[in-house]
């Protein structure tokens, strides 16, 4: 199975910007997949926060607040979550996901530090 | 309200067996598809199988091909997960999760660790 690069680690001060980035391999194309992302806390489950394909195709998760929002930078395969007004509560892991063949792929997660 | 508990976790030994049970509740279990997802201590997510809504398809992480087989019971809105040949790189909390597009929602989870 391919594997999706995201950093270990990000931060950005409350109110701030958080940009968190997946990069797929260079054999699969980010413009034909869904990327699914997901925010984790300690001792909880993961829980759903949106999908992005394009800006016609898109989705948030029930409850997501509109803060949270996907792109895409095809020019580096990559999929993005911008995460703006940054709150002490988004302090958390990230994780991309995609369905390239015949299986799930999450990518290594991201630890977002609000300073 | 929508609603999964896992079960069956526990200690067992490198080449034991272990069955996870995931319960469903506050939807209609056999109109998705349901994966397992697990969390080794400390790690990332990994996607271990899904399956479809009848039992048809299903589909394995290399990692564990051949030793886990996905099955679900739904008249008893029921998912299950059969690991055998367990080892300690098997060690994780285990999720299971609705399909919708998404993995949404998730269990709790159940811890299993492969130890002597």
């Known amino acids: 199975q391919p594997v999706l690069t995201q950093p270990p680690s990000s931060s950005a001060s409350p109110g701030e910007s958080a940009r968190l980035t997946c990069t797929l391999p260079?054999?699969?194309?980010?413009?034909?997949?869904?990327i699914y992302w997901y925010q984790q806390k300690p001792g909880s489950p993961p829980r759903y926060l949106l999908y992005?394909?394009?800006?016609?195709?898109?989705?948030?998760g029930s409850g997501v607040p509109s803060r949270f929002s996907g792109s895409k930078d095809a020019s580096a395969n990559t999929g993005i979550l911008l995460i703006s007004g940054l709150q002490s509560e988004d302090e958390a892991d990230y994780y991309c996901m995609i369905w390239p063949s015949n299986a799930w792929v999450f990518g290594g997660g991201t630890k977002l530090t609000v300073l | 309200e929508v609603q999964l508990v896992e079960s069956g976790g526990g200690l067992v030994q490198p080449g034991g067996s272990l069955r996870l049970s995931c319960a469903a509740s506050?939807?209609?279990?056999?109109?998705?598809?349901m994966s397992w997802v697990r969390q080794a201590p400390g790690k990332g997510l990994e996607w271990v199988a899904n399956?479809?809504?009848?039992?048809?398809?299903?589909y394995y992480v290399d990692s564990v091909k051949g030793r886990f087989t996905i099955s679900r019971d739904n008249a008893k809105n029921s998912l299950y997960l059969q690991m055998n040949s367990l080892r300690a790189e098997d060690t994780a909390v285990y999720y299971c999760?609705?399909?919708?597009?998404?993995?949404?929602?998730w269990g709790q989870g159940t811890l299993v660790t492969v130890s002597s």
């Open positions: 260079s054999d699969i194309n980010v413009g034909s997949y869904n």
């Open positions: 506050g939807f209609t279990f056999s109109s998705y598809w």
């Open positions: 992005y394909y394009s800006d016609s195709d898109k989705g948030q």
């Open positions: 999760a609705r399909e919708t597009g998404p993995f949404d929602p």
């Open positions: 399956i479809k809504q009848d039992g048809s398809e299903k």
